[in-house]
C-alpha cells in the first residue's frame, strides 16, 4: 500500500458541504530523525472548529488539520531506534525552536509550530503522519481514545497552573467545552477549592455535573458572584468581559481560550479593579509528559468527556453538527478504522 487518506481543508468560505474532501495521497516516509505514525483515533479540537467557521482565521484552506491524536508506530526513519515499531504512542504537536529565541518555556518560543495548525505541516486527519521522535510520547497502557485526548487535557493542565488557584479559591470557569472541562479538572486535582462551570448547553451542563462539579447558565453568574479566580476557556468578548466581572477587585482571570483573535476588553474594570489578567497557551513539554503520566494512573480521568466516534468520510459532519449546535458533545473523535486502511 502506497497511498493513505487524508482529510483536506478547502477553506471556511466553501459551502459546509465542501469544506472538506477525503483525498488519496502517498504515504509519507520519515525522514532522519522522525517516525512515522500510523493514526488510530484524533481528537475534533475547539480550535480547529473555529477554523472551519471562519472565525479565528487560524485554519487556512489547502492544510489538514488535527492535532490531537494517538496511533502506532509504523516506521522508524534514519538514526530512531525508539520507540519500537508497532507501539502504542501519542505526539506533542508543539514544536519549538532549539533554544535560539531564549525562552525557557516551550510554549512561549517565538517560532512556535503546531502540527495541524501552522499550515505547511500536515496534522493527524489523515492514515498516517509523520513527526521528530523527539516529540513522540509512549502510551502502552492507555486505550486510542485516552491517547487522543491527551494534548487536550495539556492544555488544561498548564491553564490551571496559570491560574494557580489554591485550596481557599472559588473557581469559576467559563465554557464547558473541552479545554473548560479538562482544566476544571486539573484545577481539582491541584488541590483548589468549590469550582463552577458555566455553560449554555445542557448536555455540557449535565456532563460537568456528572463529574461533580455544579453548572450555572451563563445566565446565572453574577447572582453566584464573586469568585476569586475565574478561567475563560471560550475567549469571546462576552465572556471575557463576564469572566472579569465575576471576580472581585485584586482578582484573577486566566484566559485559555482562542475564540477570536481580537475581543472588547472592559479596560476600567483591568485597571481600576486591579483585576489580573493572564494567558495560557499549550504547555510545556514536561507538562503533556505529565499529563500522559496521571491519565495513566488515573488521576485525571476524562472517560466522560469522551463523547461520540466517527469515521473519516464523517468527520466533516460532526463539523457542521458542532458548528449549528445539532450536537454538544465536549470531545468527538476520528477513527481511522476501516477494512481497506
Given at each position: 500500500?502506497?497511498?493513505?487518506?487524508?482529510?483536506?481543508?478547502?477553506?471556511?468560505?466553501?459551502?459546509?458541504?465542501?469544506?472538506?474532501?477525503?483525498?488519496?495521497?502517498?504515504?509519507?516516509?520519515?525522514?532522519?530523525?522522525?517516525?512515522?505514525?500510523?493514526?488510530?483515533?484524533?481528537?475534533?479540537?475547539?480550535?480547529?472548529?473555529?477554523?472551519?467557521?471562519?472565525?479565528?482565521?487560524?485554519?487556512?484552506?489547502?492544510?489538514?488539520?488535527?492535532?490531537?491524536?494517538?496511533?502506532?508506530?509504523?516506521?522508524?526513519?534514519?538514526?530512531?531506534?525508539?520507540?519500537?515499531?508497532?507501539?502504542?504512542?501519542?505526539?506533542?504537536?508543539?514544536?519549538?525552536?532549539?533554544?535560539?529565541?531564549?525562552?525557557?518555556?516551550?510554549?512561549?518560543?517565538?517560532?512556535?509550530?503546531?502540527?495541524?495548525?501552522?499550515?505547511?505541516?500536515?496534522?493527524?486527519?489523515?492514515?498516517?503522519?509523520?513527526?521528530g521522535a523527539g516529540r513522540v510520547v509512549p502510551i502502552p497502557d492507555l486505550a486510542p481514545e485516552q491517547g487522543a485526548v491527551i494534548e487536550p487535557m495539556a492544555v488544561g493542565l498548564h491553564a490551571a497552573n496559570q491560574l494557580g488557584a489554591g485550596p481557599e479559591d472559588r473557581v469559576l470557569v467559563v465554557g464547558g467545552g473541552m479545554i473548560g472541562q479538562v482544566a476544571a479538572h486539573a484545577i481539582r486535582s491541584l488541590g483548589a477549592g468549590e469550582i463552577v462551570i458555566s455553560e449554555p448547553h445542557p448536555r455540557r451542563r449535565e456532563i460537568a455535573e456528572a463529574a461533580g462539579f455544579p453548572t450555572l447558565h451563563p445566565d446565572q453568574v453574577q447572582a453566584a458572584a464573586p469568585f476569586d479566580r475565574a478561567m475563560d476557556a471560550v475567549a469571546i468578548s462576552a465572556t471575557v468581559s463576564a469572566a472579569l466581572d465575576a471576580v472581585p477587585k485584586g482578582g484573577v482571570v486566566c484566559i485559555v481560550g482562542l475564540g477570536m483573535p481580537r475581543v472588547n476588553v472592559p479596560l476600567f474594570s483591568i485597571v481600576v479593579g486591579e483585576r489580573i489578567v493572564v494567558g495560557s497557551y499549550c504547555y510545556s513539554d514536561a507538562t503533556f509528559i505529565e499529563t500522559a503520566r496521571r491519565l495513566t494512573d488515573g488521576s485525571l480521568d476524562p472517560a466522560a468527556l469522551i463523547g461520540p466516534t466517527v469515521s473519516m468520510e464523517d468527520f466533516p459532519q460532526a463539523f457542521e453538527d458542532l458548528a449549528t449546535g445539532s450536537i454538544s458533545e465536549v470531545k468527538v473523535l476520528m477513527s481511522t478504522d476501516r477494512a481497506s486502511a
Open positions: 500500500m502506497t497511498e493513505m487518506r487524508s482529510l483536506l481543508f478547502h477553506g471556511p468560505e466553501q459551502p459546509p458541504g465542501r469544506r472538506f474532501t477525503v483525498e488519496r495521497v502517498p504515504i509519507p516516509e520519515p525522514g532522519p530523525g522522525e517516525v512515522r505514525i500510523r493514526v488510530a483515533r484524533v481528537g475534533l479540537c475547539g480550535s480547529d472548529l473555529h477554523g472551519y467557521t471562519g472565525e479565528s482565521g487560524r485554519r487556512v484552506a489547502g492544510m489538514v488539520m488535527g492535532h490531537e491524536a494517538s496511533g502506532w508506530i509504523d516506521a522508524l526513519g534514519e538514526g530512531v531506534s525508539t520507540p519500537a515499531h508497532g507501539a502504542h504512542v501519542t505526539f506533542n504537536p508543539a514544536l519549538p525552536c532549539d533554544g535560539a529565541c531564549g525562552h525557557a518555556i516551550e510554549s512561549r518560543c517565538e517560532m512556535l509550530e503546531v502540527v495541524g495548525v501552522t499550515p505547511h505541516i500536515p496534522g493527524a486527519f489523515a492514515d498516517y503522519l509523520t513527526i
